[in-house]
T-cell receptor
Framework: KNQVEQSPQSLIILEGKNCTLQCNYTVSPFSNLRWYKQDTGRGPVSLTIMTFSENTKSNGRYTATLDADTKQSSLHITASQLSDSASYICVVSADTGGFKTIFGAGTRLFVKA | ETGVTQTPRHLVMGMTNKKSLKCEQHLGHNAMYWYKQSAKKPLELMFVYSLEERVENNSVPSRFSPECPNSSHLFLHLHTLQPEDSALYLC????????????????FGSGTQLSVL
């Protein structure tokens, strides 16, 4: 069964600290993996996309990694800011043609001053 | 702004009411989607439209009825809903080539927060 699992479910950190969010997936055949950021009261916004041959991708203070062998991804946030408080959703697409995109339940990040 | 606009932002309705959610995209995309987001659960795909034709329907109850009059507009008609249908309903759009949606970035609206009493 195609699944995407994220951990932790929620996380509280102090402003300026770093953190890492985890994503494990069983989607096959793998096409790509995206991380989305969802602010409260808004829709998700894409942060990064990685295909099978890419093992790291950065977007400002956000760095995503991918290990296609172990089917794991992480999102590292450096020097966190209050505006980083949001849900971070891992999304994996299968290479089956048509529409096959699996969403994780998200990690809720709270950044405190 | 993501280029995808949803109205209303909030909706409270009784189980016997009929209401409609509206979505409009200004990005020139050829696919539009309805998702349901419940607390602490992954987004659930409800419907996918490609060039106004429904291409995916994930076994959604008939009390949800989608309508796509053109490639820029998408509606979700609601009737006789249940309290468990209370959730955030998100509209999204994307571009696809030859029916392959896997590489396309989804652009989401801000959603309609629906409460069914």
């Amino acid at each position: 069964k195609n699944q995407v699992e994220q951990s932790p479910q929620s996380l509280i950190i102090l402003e300026g600290k770093n953190c890492t969010l985890q994503c494990n997936y069983t989607v096959s055949p793998f096409s790509n993996l995206r991380w989305y950021k969802q602010d409260t009261g808004r829709g998700p916004v894409s942060l990064t996309i990685m295909t099978f041959s890419e093992n790291t991708k950065s977007n400002g203070r956000y760095t995503a990694t991918l290990d296609a062998d172990t089917k794991q991804s992480s999102l590292h946030i450096t020097a966190s800011q209050l505006s980083d408080s949001a849900s971070y959703i891992c999304v994996v697409s299968a290479d089956t043609g048509g529409f096959k995109t699996i969403f994780g339940a998200g990690t809720r990040l709270f950044v405190k001053a | 702004e993501t280029g995808v606009t949803q109205t209303p932002r909030h909706l409270v309705m009784g189980m016997t009411n009929k209401k409609s959610l509206k979505c409009e995209q200004h990005l020139g995309h050829n696919a539009m989607y309805w998702y349901k987001q419940s607390a602490k659960k992954p987004l659930e795909l409800m419907f996918v439209y490609s060039l106004e034709e429904r291409v995916e329907n994930n076994s959604v109850p008939s009390r949800f009825s989608p309508e796509c009059p053109n490639s820029s507009h998408l509606f979700l008609h609601l009737h006789t809903l249940q309290p468990e249908d209370s959730a955030l309903y998100l509209c999204a759009s994307s571009s696809h080539v030859d029916g392959d949606y896997s590489n396309e970035k989804l652009f989401f609206g801000s959603g309609t927060q629906l409460s069914v009493l």
